[in-house]
């Protein structure tokens, strides 16, 4: 089964390594300069002793090889809707499947043989690609810690192998499912496509509970160290009540690097928005108003990639049950 | 050897069919005593007939003493039809041909000569019985 | 010819039905070993149906199967008694028939690819070309190939000579009847082409509107029918003793189709033997529409 396996889907294999291997190149390239750009800067800053503020005027990089990285989060629906779909609707719908299942071996261990390499192969190309782009990401991280904001999050660490199992998973399952290759590989794309959206939007955030902080306007705030992740942040009035807190976006204050909406702040303050964020936040304060963030702690973020992750390979296997009841119960 | 030739569309079965060539054969002097008849693959190769079907012609020539199969070498003929001999058919022919010069020359066509053997036939089988 | 023991293809009131369509009902069939078997009908009949059912490419909804002694299934020990040619032949398009040789030498556990290839080299069919530019007649003789390769104990093909020039067929059907004689091999073929399979198949099973109408030896069968031609006039004596299966009726002649039930006493009715096409149209009118045999009756009166 090995070598049918191998024979089926080399051409699929070599386009990918020649992809993977391209990819490599750019950020082995880039990556390396980056990494003697950043240390070059922090030795010369520490001698200055202004090494706070670097992580503002350093920039590493460009907008195309940051975009291209970017563009990876792709990398494990791309192997979903083309490894996955095919791998059993095509033999359904071309007949082959009354010609492979027919030779001597069951259903049972054809399917282990083709879902097993597969997987095997997702799991590594989405490894590996992770690999590159969060050793390529590492200086970025040390300096603008976003590592563990939604975005960065996905392409980093060991979600992305989650990510291309599921996919791939998808694929087969819609493809035994469907019985026809381009449908299949249209599901494929659009649910994986909502449930990431749904599971990274949605779910992530309540993994553990987030932790609440909250602070003066009268001093600079003590932001938390690391690579946090903020999920939300806002005010809070003299009462508890909390006005308008929302994730991002709105008109608001920036306050010790966070985003504040201002929704329905006392109209006392609100005149006195353009005069500056000091006496703004004196009168916010002088009305019993504290900004509050809730955030998830840098040190949970290596918890959250395992959580994630996990909750993709579970998906996954059910998902490869559904398979396997699919093919070898239904007719061929 | 012989090659057998089978006619989808005649009323005869298909294993009738190759019993009669043989004999026929043999009357001809195609197949002479002690030749080997093709083996039961090799008519089918060659006629995709059921294998069956030559079993079964082979074991009716058997059964009429015409052949004998062999273990490990084959089916061989060991007899021939009753009959005149070979040379019977041949001065027969001769003096039929003669015949039916006359008979195209008198006018008539295949279909009548064919007719009238038919009815000649029957003639006579009738008179054999009375 | 002596009837064999272990029958190589034994169903009971075999049925399947899809949502709202009944695709094979209450077949009850047996094909001895050895036989080649001619399974004939109309399309639509239920041919590939049961041919999937045999070979355990789907599942029954009603009734018994058995396969060379078992229950079709998809263990290696099954699989490997069996050969299964579907209509569409199908094969990779884009490997190569020596690609294909290399799948069924990796996964049969008995495999003769010597003798395929030997086979493909005397019908001269190119083995490093990709399948899907071969001729139909190329893929036929392959797929046949590669399904006698695996030497299996039974053989089902389902029109695989739908798509042959003459000769093309001839030789398909003399390499099928060669590895018969070879021994061990029963074979089940579904055709339209009736002289084909007069020539070549010993057993018959004949399915009209998704039920068996005849299955048994082919010279048994057509010695139980018979075709009476007489005056038109009342036939019931006749449908009592026998069962009619086509009546034709003109103004002044009647031609019946019967399979007998006893000795045929009429004298009115001059009787003949039936042929094996003129037999299987006749079980085929049975289930079409009586318009056609109108139409040959030209000039005469209804």
């Known amino acids: 089964m090995t070598w049918l396996v191998w024979r089926q889907h080399r051409n699929q294999a070599y386009f990918a390594a020649a992809a993977l291997a391209l990819l490599a190149v750019a950020l082995l390239v880039t990556g390396r300069d980056m990494a003697s750009q950043y240390h070059s800067a922090l030795a010369s800053c520490a001698a200055s002793h202004s090494c706070g503020n670097l992580g503002d005027s350093l920039i590493l990089g460009s907008t195309p090889l940051t975009l291209l990285v970017g563009f990876t989060v792709v990398v494990p629906c791309l192997l979903g809707v083309f490894w996955g779909g095919p791998l059993v609707a095509r033999e359904l719908e071309t007949g082959t499947s009354q010609f492979a299942w027919l030779q001597g071996v069951s259903r049972r261990r054809w399917l282990t043989a083709q879902v097993g390499w597969v997987l095997l192969a997702a799991a590594a190309w989405g490894g590996a690609v992770s690999g590159l782009v969060t050793w390529w990401s590492s200086p970025q991280n040390a300096l603008k810690h976003q590592n563990f904001q939604p975005g960065q999050f996905d392409i980093q660490g060991i979600v992305p192998i989650g990510y291309a199992l599921f996919a791939v998973a998808l694929g087969i399952a819609a493809g035994a499912l469907i019985r026809r290759t381009l449908p299949a590989m249209a599901v494929t794309l659009g649910v994986f496509t909502l449930l990431r959206l749904v599971i990274g939007q949605d779910f992530r955030s309540h993994y553990l509970t987030p932790l609440t902080s909250t602070f003066s306007f009268l001093h600079p705030p003590a932001v938390p160290k690391g690579s946090y992740w903020l999920v939300s942040s806002g005010v809070v009035g003299p009462h508890g009540q909390v006005p308008g807190v929302s994730s991002h976006g709105g008109p608001g204050i920036s306050f010790g690097g966070v985003h504040l909406p201002i929704g329905h702040l006392p109209s006392a303050c609100q005149a006195l928005v353009f005069q500056g964020p000091a006496r703004f936040g004196s009168c916010l304060a002088a009305q019993g108003y504290r900004a509050v963030i809730n955030y998830q702690p840098a040190g949970r973020y290596w918890a959250f990639q395992g959580i994630e992750t996990g909750i993709f390979v579970l998906l996954a296997a059910a998902l490869i049950a559904v398979t396997a009841i699919v093919v070898i119960r239904r007719d061929a | ?130 | 010819m002596a009837s064999s023991a272990q029958a190589a293809i034994r169903t009971s009131g075999l049925s399947k039905r899809y949502r709202k369509v009944t695709a094979l009902s209450e077949a009850t069939i047996s094909v001895p070993e050895g036989r080649i078997s001619a399974l004939i009908g109309p399309n639509g009949a239920g041919k590939t149906t049961l041919l999937r059912l045999l070979a355990g490419l789907a599942r029954p909804t009603g009734g018994d199967v058995a396969v060379l002694g078992a229950r079709p299934g998809q263990d290696p020990a099954f699989l490997a008694g069996i050969g299964f040619l579907a209509q569409e032949i199908p094969l990779y398009q884009r490997f190569t028939a020596e690609d294909h040789l290399g799948i069924g030498a990796h996964l049969n556990s008995r495999w003769d690819g010597d003798s395929a290839r030997r086979r493909l080299d005397g019908l001269s069919i190119p083995l490093g070309q990709k399948v899907g530019t071969l001729s139909g007649g190329q893929r036929a003789q392959l797929a046949l190939a590669l399904t006698l390769a695996k030497r299996p104990r039974l053989l089902l093909l389902d029109e695989p000579v739908a798509a042959l020039d003459p000769l093309a067929r001839r030789q398909f059907l003399a390499h099928l009847a060669e590895a018969v004689a070879d021994g061990g091999l029963t074979v089940v073929l579904s055709s339209h082409l009736v002289a084909d399979l007069e020539r070549t198949c010993d057993h018959l099973i004949l399915l009209a509107a998704s039920q068996v109408q005849l299955c048994g030896d082919i010279d048994t069968v057509l010695a139980e029918h018979q075709v009476l031609v007489g005056p038109r006039k009342d036939t019931t004596a006749i449908e009592r003793d026998h069962t009619l299966v086509h009546a034709v009726r003109t103004a002044r002649q009647v031609t019946l189709l019967i399979r007998r039930g006893g000795p045929v006493v009429d004298p009115a009715f001059e009787a003949s033997d039936v042929g094996l096409e003129e037999l299987v149209l006749g079980y085929m009118g049975q289930h079409a529409s009586p318009a056609p045999a109108r139409l040959t009756m030209i000039g005469e009166e209804q």
């Open chain 2, 1 to 130: 050897m012989i090659s057998f030739r089978l006619d989808g569309r005649s009323v005869v079965p298909p294993y009738l069919q190759i019993v009669q060539q043989v004999r026929q054969a043999l009357r001809m002097g195609v197949l002479d005593l002690g030749d080997k008849l093709p083996t039961v693959r090799e008519v089918v190769a060659a006629t995709a007939v059921n294998p069956n079907t030559v079993l079964k012609a082979y074991r009716d020539l058997e059964r009429d003493g015409l052949v004998e199969p062999r273990a490990g070498q084959g089916t061989f003929v060991v007899g021939r039809p009753a009959g005149p001999p070979p040379g019977t058919h041949s001065r027969l022919a001769r003096s039929l041909a003669h015949w039916v010069r006359g008979a195209r020359e008198a006018g008539l066509d295949d279909e009548s000569i064919e007719s009238l053997l038919r009815i000649t036939l029957r003639a006579a089988a009738e008179e054999e019985t009375a």
